[in-house]
C-alpha cells in the first residue's frame, strides 16, 4: 500500500497517543493536520508559532520516534504554520519551518572518585554554597554537525570532529586543536563535537568554557584559597572543550594550573579539544611545555568557505528559517561575500528581515542594497592571493616568479614583503603563509618577517616600498 500523508501521521498520532496524557494528545496534537509526504519528509500544519514551539520543546523526541518508526532514519519533520489574515492581507499566507529534532541539554550529575577529596568540593559554575555537583554542559545544541556544512575548507577538522566524537579520548587527535580566523566556524565545530558526544554517550561529562572563564575561575580560586578545589572539579570532565585558548597568552598561573589539568585528562583517556585563533607555532607567550603538548594531537586549520560551500550554507541558513528565495539571489549573495561564515549569515539574515519587515520582494536590486550596506560596515580581510597580487604589480613581476625558487636579489626581497604583509594583515598561519606564496615552511616566513624589519630600519629605498605596498593594501 502506498505511503501517504495521511496514511503516515495517523500512524505516528495513534504510537504518541499511547505515550502521553489524554488532555495533552487533545491539546497539542488533535489540531494538526498532515498535509504533505515528499521522499522522507512529513509536512504537518500547525495552528500558529507559539504551536511550533511548543512542539520542539516539549514533544520533539517523541514526534523524532514515532516518524522514524514510519519513514526510517533519514526522516524529516516540517512545520506549516498559516497565518490568518496577517497584516492585512486578504489571503492567509503559510511560514514553513524544519523539526530542530534536538532536546534541550540536561545537567549531568558526577560522582567525585576521589578518596581525598574535600567533601565541600566547589562547582566553578554554581553559587558559592551549593555544594552538588551538577554539572551545566553549557554546549548550545543548535550548533550540530547537521548545520555545519561540510566542504573543501573545513573538511579535514570536520571529519577530526567527528572521529572524536565517535570515540572521545580514543583516537590520536587527543587534543584536538581546531584553528582559524574570524567567523570560520571554530566555536561552532566545537560545541558540534560535544553535543555529538552527548548524543552517542550520556553517561560522560562534558564542559565546553571559554578561556576567559576558565581564566577567572582560576583567579577566584586562588582568592578563595580552594585553587584544589578547582583542579579537581576539571578532573571530573570526560571532553573539556576550551574555547580562544590563545587567551592563556601571558597568564602563568593560569598555564600551569591547565598544564596540570591536561596531562591528568590525557594519562586517563580523556578528550580535549581546543580553538584557537593561531596555530601553536604561532602562538605568543605560552609556555613550552603546554605547546609541545598542544601538538601531541591534531591541529587541524578551518579556512575560508569557497564559492559552492557558501551556497550550500545560504541555502542551509534558507531552509532553516523557511524561506524561499531565487536561485540568482542567492549566488549574488555568495559571490559578493567571501569573508567569512558569520559575514555570510549576518547578510542572509538582514536581507531576510528586510523583505519580511518591509514587505519587500527579495530582487537583486534589494540584495545589492543589503550587501553594499553589509559589506560596507564589515572591515575588509585581505586575503594571500590579493597581497601577491598587490606585491607582484608593484615589482612588474608575475605571481610565478614571485612564487619561483630564484634567489634574484629583488624578487626575494618582493617574496619576503608578501610574506610580511600576509602575516601583517590575514589570520593565516605562519605554515599557511609560506605553503601558498612558493611552498615554503614556516621558519622561512618568520626570517623573512624578521628581515623587513631589519630593513625597515636601515633602508630608505626599502621602508618606501613597505609604505607605499601598505597604502595599497588599506585603500
Known sequence: MTKTAQSVWENCLSFIKDNIQDQAYKTWFEPIKSVELTDNALYIQVPSKFFYEWLEEHYVKLLKVALTKELGKNAKLLYKIKMENTYGNKQPFTEQLPSANRVPMKPQEVDAPFKNLNPELKNPFVIPGIRNLKIESQLNANYSFDNFLEGDSNRLARSAGMAVANKPGGTSFNPLLIFGGVGLGKTHLAHAIGVEVKDKYPEKTVLYISAEIFTQQYIDSVKKNNRNDFIHFYQLIDVLIIDDVQFLSGKSGTQDVFFHIFNYLHQNGKQVILTSDKAPVDMQDIEQRLLSRFKWGLSAELHQ???????????????????DMPEDIIEYVARNIKTNVRELEGAIISLIAQSSFNKKEVTIEL?????????????????????????????????????????????????????????????????????????????????????????????????????????????
Request: glycine content about 2%; some cysteine; charged content about 30%.
Open 367 to 475: 540584495a545589492k542594497s543589503v550587501v553594499e550596506k553589509f559589506v560596507k560596515n564589515v572591515k575588509r580581510e585581505i586575503s594571500i592571493d590579493y597581497i601577491q597580487k598587490i606585491v607582484s604589480d608593484y615589482f612588474q613581476l608575475d605571481i610565478e616568479t614571485l612564487q619561483s625558487k630564484t634567489r634574484k636579489r629583488h624578487v626575494v626581497q618582493a617574496r619576503q614583503l608578501a610574506m610580511f604583509f600576509a602575516k601583517k594583515f590575514t589570520k593565516a598561519s605562519l605554515a599557511n603563509i609560506g605553503s601558498q606564496i612558493g611552498d615554503r615552511d614556516h621558519a622561512t616566513v618568520l626570517h623573512a618577517c624578521k628581515t623587513v624589519d631589519n630593513l625597515v630600519s636601515t633602508d630608505k629605498q626599502f621602508k618606501k616600498f613597505v609604505e607605499d605596498i601598505n597604502k595599497k593594501l588599506t585603500l
Open 305 to 323: 568557505p569557497d564559492y559552492e560551500t557558501r551556497i550550500s550554507i545560504l541555502k542551509n541558513i534558507l531552509y532553516r528559517d523557511g524561506v
